[in-house]
Nanobody, 115 residues
Framework: QVQLVESGGGLVQAGGSLRLSCAAS????????MGWYRQAPGKQRELVAA???????NYADSVKGRFTISRDNAKNTVYLQMNSLKSEDSSVYYC?????????WGQGTQVTVSS
């Protein structure tokens, strides 16, 4: 059974940093594509960052140069380092992976950036 557990969200001032963690079980993060999504109230869920099994990363244009996705294979955990945070980054952030059957989502972690 795949489980994704996010942590690390919180309240931060604009310009500050946070690091989100996604602890995975039931899958091996090093051989699965992993992603971070976010969803603000009244908006669609959007891809923020992703990393392939080969380590290739891609980012939404809005976060390029500010956010970094990475993984720790020993801890089976994926991270999202968020720097230079802006008020528009405020959202619930979700960890994601998928297999041939379905998408898997964590419960989400709230990030609030005060201006």
């Amino acid at each position: 059974q795949v489980q994704l557990v996010e942590s690390g969200g919180g309240l931060v001032q604009a310009g500050g940093s946070l690091r989100l963690s996604c602890a995975a079980s039931g899958i091996i993060v090093s051989i699965n594509a992993m992603g971070w999504y976010r969803q603000a109230p009244g908006k669609q869920r959007e891809l923020v960052a992703a990393i392939t099994s080969g380590g290739i990363t891609n980012y939404a244009d809005s976060v390029k140069g500010r956010f970094t996705i990475s993984r720790d294979n020993a801890k089976n955990t994926v991270y999202l380092q968020m720097n230079s945070l802006k008020s528009e980054d405020s959202s619930v952030y979700y960890c994601n992976t998928y297999d041939q059957f379905r998408n898997y989502w964590g419960q989400g972690t709230q990030v609030t950036v005060s201006s």
